[in-house]
């Protein structure tokens, strides 16, 4: 149990690190002028989206049993993948 327990953990604090990266994509967003905003606030409800997503696989593993979670496990990774991507690209592109 301990591993999947160290597996939760190390995905929640990548997932707090990401959320700090989407609040500094949302202040960006509410200074920024007209047009730019609407962009942000499209590229912000993708990754909101991809956020849920995560969330939702991450409540998936606290239900899981002991051999359930290592197949969970793949999905959270992409869940992860895809989410850090999403922030990578937003905040490159609204640099």
Same mark, same amino acid.
């Given at each position: 149990m301990a591993t999947k327990e160290a597996y939760r953990e190390k995905i929640e604090a990548q997932l707090d690190l990401l959320n700090a990266r989407i609040d500094l994509l949302k202040a960006k967003a509410q200074s920024a002028k007209a047009d730019a905003r609407i962009d942000y606030e499209r590229e912000l409800d993708d990754i909101k989206q991809k956020r849920e997503t995560l969330e939702s696989r991450l409540d998936s593993l606290e239900e899981s049993g002991q051999e359930a979670w290592a197949e969970l496990q793949e999905g959270i990774d992409?869940?992860? #993948? #895809?989410l850090r991507e999403a922030v990578t690209n937003a905040s490159e592109r609204f640099k």
């Amino acid at each position: 149990m301990a591993t999947k327990e160290a597996y939760r953990e190390k995905i929640e604090a990548q997932l707090d690190l990401l959320n700090a990266r989407i609040d500094l994509l949302k202040a960006k967003a509410q200074s920024a002028k007209a047009d730019a905003r609407i962009d942000y606030e499209r590229e912000l409800d993708d990754i909101k989206q991809k956020r849920e997503t995560l969330e939702s696989r991450l409540d998936s593993l606290e239900e899981s049993g002991q051999e359930a979670w290592a197949e969970l496990q793949e999905g959270i990774d992409q869940a992860v #993948d #895809d989410l850090r991507e999403a922030v990578t690209n937003a905040s490159e592109r609204f640099k």
